[in-house]
Each structure stands twice: as C-alpha cells, then as structure tokens.
C-alpha cells in the first residue's frame, strides 16, 4: 500500500504563488503516473495535473494550463505542483494522487493539503 504525504498549501494573497510537494513510499513511484486534484467545498473532486513517469509527458486541466506546473524527481519519489498566479477560485483541497487523469483511475490517494487565496 502507497503511502502519500503532501505538504506546502497554505494562506496566498491572489496572484501569488505557492509549491506543493508529495512524498510517495513506493518504490515503484518511479513507474507510475503521479497527478494532482482538488476539491473545493461544496464541489466534486477535480483533476488538476498528471506526469508520466518519465515526467516527459504532463497534462493539465484548463485551468491550470499556464499558471501550474508538475514536475517529478523520482530519486526522491516526489512530485511537486508550482502553482504561480493563484487566483480565489484555485481555493480547495490538493490531492496527490497515484493514476492517471480521472478520479476514478486513482489507486491511491494523499490525505489532502489546504490551499487558500485570499482576494
């Protein structure tokens, strides 16, 4: 069973920027697709942000495209989400999450990290 632990949300004035970070216990982290969600109050979890396990290939949602960036190092089986021009809607929980792009591809899930913009 992986374990994830994710940290570095927090308080952000809009259009400032923050770095998330995820830990990953498996050491078959190296092979997997890493990603990350979110999830707003009173809203569905969302895709935000997925890497190969390369990293040669990320995929974004819209709204991220632009503003987000995932990048992996898999010597430390960590995967990050620079998140730059944050706006009051990026406002939600962030997931790490092992699988792909959908929800329902997740195998595992982190405990969540709260990311708040202030406007």
């Known amino acids: 069973q992986v374990q994830l632990v994710e940290s570095g949300g927090g308080l952000v004035q809009a259009g400032g920027s923050l770095r998330l970070s995820c830990a990953a216990s498996?050491?078959?982290?190296?092979?997997?697709?890493m990603g990350w969600f979110r999830q707003a109050p009173g809203r569905e979890r969302e895709f935000v942000a997925a890497?190969?396990?390369?990293?040669?290939?990320?995929y974004y949602a819209d709204s991220a495209k632009g503003r987000f960036t995932i990048s992996r190092d898999n010597a430390k089986n960590t995967v990050y989400l620079q998140m730059n021009r944050l706006r009051s809607e990026d406002t939600a929980v962030y997931y790490c999450?092992?699988?792909?792009?959908?929800?329902?591809?997740?195998?595992?899930w982190g405990q969540g990290t709260q990311v708040t913009v202030s406007s």
């Open positions: 999450a092992v699988g792909g792009t959908r929800v329902r591809a997740v195998e595992a």
């Open positions: 498996r050491r078959t982290f190296s092979s997997s697709t």
């Open positions: 890497s190969g396990w390369s990293g040669g290939r990320t």
